[in-house]
């Protein structure tokens, strides 16, 4: 059963205006509708992170690798919770596995490269959530 589209696409759009508290709300309800849904721990971990809510982002984004293990997006964009939260063991661990899984995840690349001393922060990309 796919998560209510109501559920989904205000979540997502109350995501896009940048009004977090509500987005959260819609994708948490969503969650509960469908939690085999992948994309949805992505959204929500993204608005969490959006939020400056570490903590909460990579517990749903470690649920998401749970739920999707063989999902390469999912263990970059754990990936990318755990770099903004200076752990950066586990963040490089996570986009060895994102590239052990699709080599060719160009986004997990320039992560793993910006681990290195002159490298920065890793940008989230859109679509599909990205944290």
């Known amino acids: 059963m796919a998560a209510s589209a109501s559920a989904l696409e205000q979540g997502l759009r109350y995501l896009r205006e940048g009004s977090i508290a509500e987005s959260v709300e819609f994708l948490l309800k969503?969650?509960?509708e469908d939690p085999s849904d992948v994309e949805l721990y992505l959204y929500?971990?993204?608005a969490y992170a959006k939020q400056e809510e570490l903590d909460k982002a990579i517990h749903i984004l470690?649920?998401?690798v749970d739920v999707a293990p063989a999902s390469a997006k999912a263990h970059y964009n754990l990936g990318v919770a755990y770099h903004r939260g200076s752990?950066?063991?586990q963040a490089k661990d996570e986009y060895l596995r994102a590239l052990g899984l699709?080599?060719?995840y160009?986004?997990?690349k320039r992560a793993l490269?910006?681990?290195s001393p002159q490298g920065g922060?890793?940008?989230a990309a859109g679509g599909g959530a990205e944290a």
């Open 87 to 89: 752990n950066l063991t």
């Open 106 to 108: 160009a986004a997990a």
């Open 44 to 46: 929500l971990g993204l």
């Open 30 to 32: 969503a969650i509960v």
């Open 62 to 64: 470690e649920q998401a």
């Open 121 to 123: 922060q890793p940008e």
């Open 113 to 115: 490269d910006s681990l």
């Open 102 to 104: 699709d080599p060719t």
